[in-house]
């Protein structure tokens, strides 16, 4: 559908007068509305784009539009847009609609960015299948019967079926990372701090990053000069200068020194996936990058320690949906108490019901030093695994998932099983590095392969960089996602 192939190259085409912008528009949801049995949108905001499609197309021709005047962006439906819906897919907040703009979503705004729709997504973030949404699992592009990974898996879709330029995601210990990975496309969780949470609905709070998908790794970085930087409304946000990340990955990689953590390609890495993540440091090598064996001995630790910690977030988070202030609330007369457990039966989802649970035995009298203390002291231990790499290497190379998309429906009553399919991307959230799905080929089934590039805190640009290089060189699958 696109004539482009990039952002930058869009841009120059709406110029020229080459490419109408409300056409293109158009022509996105004509393509959303075709394939809507992916179920990648919760609300598609039709008029409003075509709107301000007139409006930025205005602003081009005048010479005053912003650094993304036409990229069609969709917004994972946990980040607040004014005046749009804000359901984070859940029954709790079906009527909830967002007063004030999420930073992220302002700053896309501000360089007229057009916002189309709300995607899919597991409720308030809480799964790796996008199959916990109150409006139903997404499908995957390239198979349908598939899962599309989760929790960002609206965003994947509409990015990797065309239904957009951009989508925003967020990522609390995989959700970006995975997603791209089971769908073919680029997922950017950058440094945690390095974006603005503000207007992010809160999963647990000192893990949650929210980062762009993109189908090239030039409109990854574009998005991401535009949505990262400092921000006084939020006291976590890192007052750290952000680079030009597109002139970044345009630099040479020699003399890039790239580590393969050994404990990430152990028992229980799918076979495809190995030989494609290998085949691709190979290429590397070929290059010119040293490739060396690095450790990282906690990684074991990694999923039982996310687990606690971010079910013991949640739990303190989720506590306000109440049926109080905002929210659903149980109808009928009931005492206090009861209206409480009545809202919170009524709209949470089993997969949040059990977070939620897991996580306030874990902070309950007697057990917090025994679980929350521990797990503490081990994310700690994984953060240490980090920087002692990033004293040998430049940026580490892993995959991004043990396995390619599953079937839908084949893991939602395992838990432990749907958990440790994010084995290889809790470690860098637990230590709050970056990191970057690539796409690398495809197994024999024809599904996405993700290769996955993590770095030290805020270098993004060389995360970016490497991505880049890897893509030029290996890849990304080849599907019918169109």
Do not use: W
């Not at 009527?95 to 997504?121: Q, S, W």
């Not at 090239?216 to 750290?240: F, K, P």
């Not at 059990?354 to 306030?360: A, D, K, N, V, Y």
């Amino acid at each position: 559908m696109t004539p482009y192939r990039d952002y930058s190259e869009k841009r120059r085409l709406l110029a020229s007068g080459e490419l109408s912008l409300v056409e293109n528009v158009e022509a996105f949801l004509a393509r959303i509305e075709e394939r809507r049995s992916l179920n990648a949108f919760t609300s598609v905001f039709a008029d409003e784009a075509i709107e301000e499609a007139k409006r930025v197309e205005k602003k081009i021709a005048d010479g005053s539009a912003g650094k993304l005047a036409g990229m069609v962006v969709a917004v994972k439906d946990v980040l607040a847009e004014r005046s749009r819906p804000n359901t984070c897919c859940s029954k709790t907040l079906e009527d909830f609609v967002a007063v004030y703009d999420a930073t992220p979503v302002k700053r896309l705004r501000e360089e007229d960015a057009i916002l189309i729709g709300r995607t899919n997504c597991d409720e308030f973030s809480m799964g790796g299948s996008n199959e916990n949404s109150a409006f139903g699992p997404a499908r995957n592009p390239i198979d349908e019967t598939r899962v599309p990974g989760g929790s960002s898996g609206g965003s994947a879709v509409a990015v990797a079926a065309n239904l957009c330029d951009v989508a925003l995601g967020a990522d609390t210990g995989g959700s970006i990372r995975q997603p791209a990975a089971y769908c073919g496309v680029y997922g950017l969780k950058p440094t945690y701090s390095r974006v603005s949470r503000y207007g992010l609905v809160a999963f647990a709070s000192s893990f949650d990053s929210v980062g762009p998908m993109a189908k090239n790794v030039e409109d990854v970085a574009l998005a991401l000069g535009v949505i990262a930087g400092y921000d006084e409304n939020d006291a976590t946000s890192a007052d750290v200068p952000v680079p030009d990340y597109v002139e970044a990955i345009s630099q040479d990689a020699k003399g890039l020194k790239i580590g393969l953590p050994k404990e990430y390609f152990a028992e229980g890495l799918n076979a495809e996936v190995r030989a494609a993540i290998e085949g691709a440091a190979k290429a590397l090598e070929e290059l010119g990058v040293e490739i060396v064996e690095v450790s990282a001995p906690h990684t074991d630790y990694a999923i039982a320690t996310y687990y606690l910690l971010t079910t013991a977030e949640a739990s303190s988070n989720l506590a306000r949906y109440d049926g109080m202030r905002y929210g659903r609330r149980a109808k009928g007369e009931r005492s206090l108490a009861e209206t409480y457990r009545a809202s919170r039966t009524e709209g949470f989802g089993e997969e949040v019901k059990r977070r939620i649970m897991l996580g306030t035995f874990a902070l309950s009298a007697g057990y917090y030093d025994a679980y929350y203390g521990k797990a503490q002291k081990a994310r700690r231990l994984v953060r240490e695994d980090f920087k002692r790499a990033f004293k040998k290497v430049d940026l580490l190379v892993a995959p991004s998932a043990p396995t390619t998309a599953f079937p839908l429906g084949e893991k939602i009553d395992d838990p432990l099983e749907m958990y440790l399919q994010d084995v290889y991307t809790t470690p860098a959230s637990l230590a709050g590095c970056p990191g970057v799905n690539v796409p690398v080929g495809a197994d024999a089934a024809g599904l996405p392969i993700g290769l996955q590039v993590i770095g030290d805190h805020f270098d993004e640009a060389g995360v970016l960089r490497l991505a880049k290089l890897i893509g030029e060189r290996v890849g990304g699958a080849r599907s019918s996602a169109e």
